[in-house]
């Protein structure tokens, strides 16, 4: 079984900064990756942002700039510094993990934190 725990979201005003948090626990061999997606109501799911175990990070459009994703590998925990935090960003924001248990390759999802910026 594989566990994620994430923390940090609440509401903000615009302008603002929140730090969110992912810690990673359970049945891993190694992690290949690990990450931030978020949906806004009505809309799809979206990357925010990605580090690889190499330490590589992808960003999306939208955030570029204002957020800022490490990773501690010790921890197995990745964090998502947001901030310059706008309305639209507001969104459940969930942790994805990309991980490697024995010949196996698998995907996890966290069960997602809300971030509100509103004044």
């Known amino acids: 079984q594989v566990q994620l725990v994430e923390s940090g979201g609440g509401l903000v005003q615009p302008g603002g900064s929140l730090r969110l948090s992912c810690a990673a626990s359970g049945s891993i061999f190694s992690i290949n990756a690990m990450g931030w997606y978020r949906q806004a109501p009505g809309k799809q799911r979206e990357l925010v942002a990605i580090?690889?175990?190499?330490?590589?990070?992808n960003y999306g459009d939208s955030v570029k700039g204002r957020f800022t994703i490490s990773r501690d590998n010790a921890k197995n925990t990745v964090y998502l510094q947001m901030n310059s935090l706008k309305p639209e960003d507001t969104a459940v924001y969930y942790c994805n993990l990309d991980y490697t248990y024995y010949s196996g390759e698998y995907d996890y999802w966290g069960q997602g934190t809300q971030v509100t910026v509103s004044s």
């Open positions: 580090i690889t175990s190499g330490g590589r990070t």
